[in-house]
């Protein structure tokens, strides 16, 4: 088994801790060779019997002018053709804006998308449960999982649900 994977979210949700953290764990091939032109391979992890391959997308922030436009097309053409997104929020107890531009944009796009709740280190289990509840009933994700990068919990429940996408 093997498929791509690309990672979204608001800047300092903890998408660059959580690609080391998959990555660094399991030694991995770290490459930066572009694939094509539009996609740009960040690194892959790879097991016994199955490669997940960890995408970079141009940033989705909102547009203030016609090059961001076209960013934002661009992020939702790598956005499809990727096997599963991880769309990353950190343990803010609401949806900011940063957030609703995103899931605007998701919303376009068919490939499955996983919320990865992260920075659950930072938060007890009734907070969590909020947060949990906020997105819970959001047609957008095929999946939720809450994680800390930071401190590596769970990371392999996370890959599973990757899996079970590719
Ligand atoms: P990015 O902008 O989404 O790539 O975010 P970074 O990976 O650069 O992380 C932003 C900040 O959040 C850094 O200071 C990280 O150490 C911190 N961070 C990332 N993941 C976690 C986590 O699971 N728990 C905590 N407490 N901090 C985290
Ligand atoms: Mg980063």
């Known amino acids: 088994k093997s498929g791509f994977v690309t990672i979204v979210g608001r800047p300092n949700v903890g998408k660059s801790t959580l690609m080391n953290q998959i990555i660094g764990e399991k030694i991995a091939i770290m490459s930066d060779k572009p694939q094509t032109t539009r996609n740009k391979i960040q690194s892959v992890y790879t097991e016994n019997d199955f490669q997940i391959v960890f995408i970079d997308t141009p940033g989705i922030h ?3 002018h ?3 436009e076209y960013m934002v097309r661009a992020a939702k053409d790598t956005l499809g053709e990727v096997d599963a997104i991880l769309f990353v929020v950190d343990e803010s107890p609401s949806i900011g804006p ?3 531009f995103i899931m605007e944009v998701l919303k376009d796009v068919r490939t499955p998308i996983i919320l990865v709740m992260n920075k659950i280190d930072k938060i007890d289990q009734e907070k969590f449960n909020a947060l949990y ?3 819970k009933d959001k047609e957008l994700f095929s999946d939720i999982v809450g994680i800390s990068a930071l401190e590596g919990a ?3 429940v996370l890959i599973d649900k990757i899996i079970d996408f590719l």
């Open 62 to 64: 909102k547009p203030k």
């Open 133 to 135: 509840s906020l997105y």
């Open 66 to 68: 016609k090059l961001g």
């Open 98 to 100: 940063g957030d609703e």
């Open 154 to 156: 769970n990371l392999q």
